[in-house]
């Protein structure tokens, strides 16, 4: 009985979770773009800093009708939108927040897992792309293939680079033997894991999937109401899975000053500030071209997680 | 039986997902007007009405990336179980040897890719 509701205690939590922080860091967007760009808009809604924004958006989304277009393939496209949120929700479950067992589920395999089920989310942009039968979101579509082409094996890497460095796959077991030099020893590692976790988000500068100015919104052209908040929800969702997953890997997730009593404060605090810095980035970087992607993956990214695999090895050895 | 029972928890993660989806596909279903016109159904080419069918030909200039990436992606799964236990005590030095054999393996095949100049989109 104690299993059962300590299960649901859990699986309750992630979804809390799952629909809560995505929301946060989206209205943390309006408010940190608004006042980066000196914009008025966001800060109109509701009064005070324009609190209700959001809550606008919802109702506008959940009331919008749902168009789906006569020539698009039916069922797959609407359950495109699923297929992209779904992976989030269930990496969630795998990640630490703090010390003695606060994590959904501890897995042995973790890392491992979670790389795998986050290359599932992909899916739904290409399916989207191509269900929709419409020019733009193919090519939108094969605009995120190519994305996959490039973010894909810098991850592996860079995380094969910290399994060595922890000797664990599991995530727990990773923070757990965390030490403070880490993050220097690891940090070409960290910036090519978070570089290419922005690939694969599709967030500014890396969103030429979704170039609003050239392919309207890409695989999302056709989408409108819910479905279209849904992948939305998945975009932000996803902002949520790369920090928290950046600060476990290689920040150290609940080390820090008093970390036997907040802990947990501490992974929130690392994955808002990586959050914050996902929204700096939108800001200032102008969108790369999807060659000038492939070719930074290749010849810089590559290298370079290949080189701290080197370094990690060799340092390993030594001090062990 | 630990390792069974992890992966039925994040089974049912899956599971409260899928009611997730169910329950806001139904009741957006309940609170969203539906209208069709056949104008609102026409595929969106900007405003004009759409020429030929979406489904269009398209040329796609990075199938070279797609091989590269499949070598690659093949060989960096074989880090993994590796990296667990490289650094174990018997291990040390002949590992790490062979590491670099593996990552000089990988460096020469990129290299070679880039002398060929197919990391070159045009």
Request: glycine share 26%.
């Given at each position: 009985m104690n299993d059962t509701l300590d299960v649901l205690l859990r699986l309750v939590g992630v979804l809390v979770v799952f629909l809560v922080f995505p929301l946060l860091v989206g209205q943390t967007e309006h408010k940190v773009m608004a006042h980066m760009q000196g914009r008025l808009g966001p800060m109109y809604?509701?009064?005070?800093?324009?609190?209700a924004q959001l809550v606008a958006d919802g109702v506008k989304f959940a009331q919008k009708e749902d168009v789906v277009p006569a020539e698009a393939d039916r069922r797959i496209f609407q359950l495109a939108p699923a297929i992209a949120l779904l992976p989030y929700l269930v990496v969630?479950?795998?990640?630490?927040?703090?010390?003695?067992?606060?994590?959904g589920q501890a897995l042995d395999a973790g890392l491992f897992f979670v790389l795998a089920v986050m290359g599932v989310g992909v899916l739904g942009s290409l399916i989207a792309g191509w269900a929709s039968a419409n020019k733009f979101s193919l090519l939108g579509g094969l605009r995120t293939a190519a994305q996959l082409m490039a973010y894909e094996l810098p991850m592996l890497l860079t995380a094969a680079s910290v399994a060595m460095a922890a000797g664990t796959l599991s995530l727990p077991g990773i923070v757990e033997s965390y030490h403070w030099w880490w993050t220097p020893w690891q940090i070409v590692g960290g910036l090519v894991f978070f570089t290419a976790g922005l690939a694969e988000l599709q967030r500014p500068p890396f969103d030429m999937p979704v170039a609003d100015s050239e392919i309207i919104f890409g695989a999302y052209t056709e989408y409108t109401g819910l479905r279209f908040a849904l992948f939305l929800l998945a975009e932000y969702a996803g902002i949520v899975v790369l920090c928290a997953l950046t600060t476990v890997l290689f920040l150290g997730g609940w080390h820090g000053p008093w970390s036997d009593g907040l802990g947990w404060l501490w992974t929130l605090v690392k994955t808002a500030a990586l959050a914050f810095v996902v929204i700096w980035l939108r800001v200032s970087y102008p969108r790369l071209r999807e060659d000038q992607l492939q070719k930074l993956a290749w010849t810089v990214l590559i290298p370079l997680s290949l080189a701290q695999i080197a370094l990690t090895g060799v340092v390993k050895v030594v001090i062990s | 039986m630990d390792y069974f029972h992890g992966y039925s928890v994040v089974g049912l993660v899956a599971v409260v997902g899928v009611l997730f989806v169910t329950v806001a596909f139904a009741s957006g279903r309940l609170l969203r007007p539906v209208v069709p016109t056949r104008e609102k159904m026409l595929t969106y080419e900007c405003g004009v009405d759409p020429v030929g069918e979406g489904w269009a030909h398209t040329q796609i200039k990075y199938y070279v990336y797609s091989f590269l990436y499949v070598i690659f992606a093949v060989d960096a799964i074989f880090l993994f179980p590796w990296a667990t236990v490289f650094a174990a005590p018997g291990f040390g030095a002949t590992t790490l040897v062979e590491m670099f054999v593996f990552i000089g393996f990988l460096a020469v095949g990129l290299l070679y890719a880039w002398k060929k100049g197919v990391l070159e989109w045009t």
């Open positions: 809604a509701g009064g005070f800093h324009g609190w969630l479950i795998a990640i630490p927040v703090g010390p003695d067992g606060f994590v | -």
